[in-house]
């Protein structure tokens, strides 16, 4: 099992999960040129992707959801209220023979994957990150939360890789020149998660099968991939994870997660 970040951060997102005969894309807010770039560029073989995931509707998630509906065949993992919301936003339709609905809380079998949707607390209509289990590999996709819940960390135990988002840290959004119902949304329940409450998280899920820790969705304004790092490095103190940055422009790849 592979794993790539092709984009993650405010300007777009983009994750990528692949076995050597299919991959799987969660969220797609960069384009579709970008996309295959990406994938090409990384081994990643952008003619192996099958299926997109939606995590919500909020455009740096589904911006190239038009183009990718009109341009490929690939499946449209969502649930119904995801679904609806991204066809608003959209303004497009998600035929109904490429959708395969989610609910949050039922793991769905994709090809042999154990593909498991889960709710967590942000501004969209039915929000959810995603574990995902193949082979011998577990893995979770995890930004977009207002705060660690019981319920996500349920689903983050002993998994093999974690990307988590470290979005902003606290001083630097507040003491920074956002609006302020901007900075009130993103301190929020339902806004983004901060590097302290990132390695709260962190702290309740870090188990011994853990190899590797992505942090993503890092805020370019009110972040600094340093600030993010020394918040995960404390709690990661006396383990042997590997702890990778993603950016919003510069992709990442890391394979072989199980081990
Ligand atoms: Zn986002
Ligand atoms: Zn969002």
Not at 54 to 70: K, M, N, W, Y
Not at 127 to 136: L, T
């Amino acid at each position: 099992m592979h794993y790539a970040a092709l984009a993650s951060g405010s300007k777009g997102n983009c994750h990528a999960l692949a076995d050597g005969e299919r991959t799987l894309l969660i969220d797609a807010g960069i384009s579709l040129r970008q996309i295959r770039q990406r994938l090409d560029a990384l081994d990643f073989h952008a003619g192996e992707v099958q299926a997109l995931a939606l995590t919500h509707e909020h455009s740096d998630h589904i911006g190239a959801l038009g183009v990718i509906l009109r341009r490929t065949d690939w499946a449209i993992l969502a649930t119904r209220e995801t679904r609806q919301a991204a066809e608003l936003s959209q303004a497009v339709l998600i035929p109904a023979d490429r959708w395969i609905e989610l609910e949050a809380g039922r793991p769905l079998d994709w090809a042999g994957w154990r593909v498991l949707p889960f709710s967590l607390p942000h501004d969209a209509a039915d929000p959810v990150a995603f574990r995902v289990e193949a082979g011998a590999c577990a893995c979770a996709v995890v930004t977009d939360l207002g705060q660690p819940t019981a319920l996500v960390a349920d689903h983050l135990q002993d998994l093999d890789l974690l990307v988590l988002e470290a979005n902003h840290d606290v001083d630097m959004l507040r003491e920074g020149d956002y609006p302020p119902q901007l900075k009130a949304r993103i301190l929020s329940r339902v806004g983004h998660l901060s590097n302290a409450a990132m390695a709260e998280l962190l702290a309740r899920v870090c188990s011994p099968r853990l190899r590797r820790l992505v942090l993503a969705h890092l805020s370019e304004s009110n972040n600094h991939p340093d600030l993010a790092r020394f918040a995960a490095e404390e709690v990661l103190r006396g383990t042997s994870v590997d702890l990778h940055v993603a950016h919003q422009r510069v992709p990442l790849a890391l394979s072989d997660l199980s081990h």
